[in-house]
Structures are given as C-alpha cells and as structure tokens.
C-alpha cells in the first residue's frame, strides 16, 4: 500500500480516503446456497445433514459483511500541467 501511496503523491492526486465497514450478514447465503447447490441425493434428515445445518447455524452468528469504498481526489491543475510537460518531452 505504501508503494502505492508514494505513487500517488507524485502525480496529481490530492487525496486517498477509505472507509471499511463491517456489518453482521443476513445469515441465509449458506442456507440459500444449501438448497440451490446441493445434490438431491444426499438427504438432509441424516447424521450428515443435520450436523451440517447446525454448522450452518452456529456460522450464522459470525458471519460478517465487509465493505471498503476508496475514494481520490484529483487535482485538475497538476493534471493539466503533468500533460503539458509529457507533451513538452516529446
């Protein structure tokens, strides 16, 4: 990230911001997917099953969202005059 940021400051960015959020999930993607995805076949009522929807369920709890929102602020001065000088070099 530092490599990124240094850069940054070289050109004609005035600023970097981010936000991260974590937030709980709805908790019903793995059930959603369960009963999308699975097979058939295989029975849910079995030793199997239910030992996989009580990890489901104890999973749900835990389970969080993350969100990150980057935004840049650009300098419309520096751009101006970083294009005048590339086009000064040639």
Do not use: C, F
């Amino acid at each position: 990230m530092g490599e990124v940021l240094k850069g940054a400051a070289r050109g004609a960015v005035r600023r970097i911001q981010w936000v991260e959020r974590t937030t709980p999930a709805q908790g019903d993607g793995l059930a959603r997917w369960l009963y999308e995805q699975r097979d058939p076949e295989v029975p849910l009522e079995g030793a199997l099953g239910r030992s996989y929807l009580e990890l489901m369920d104890s999973s749900a709890q835990a389970t969080r969202e993350h969100e990150v929102i980057v935004a840049v602020q650009v300098d419309a001065m520096l751009l101006r005059n970083d294009g005048r000088e590339r086009a000064s070099r040639r």
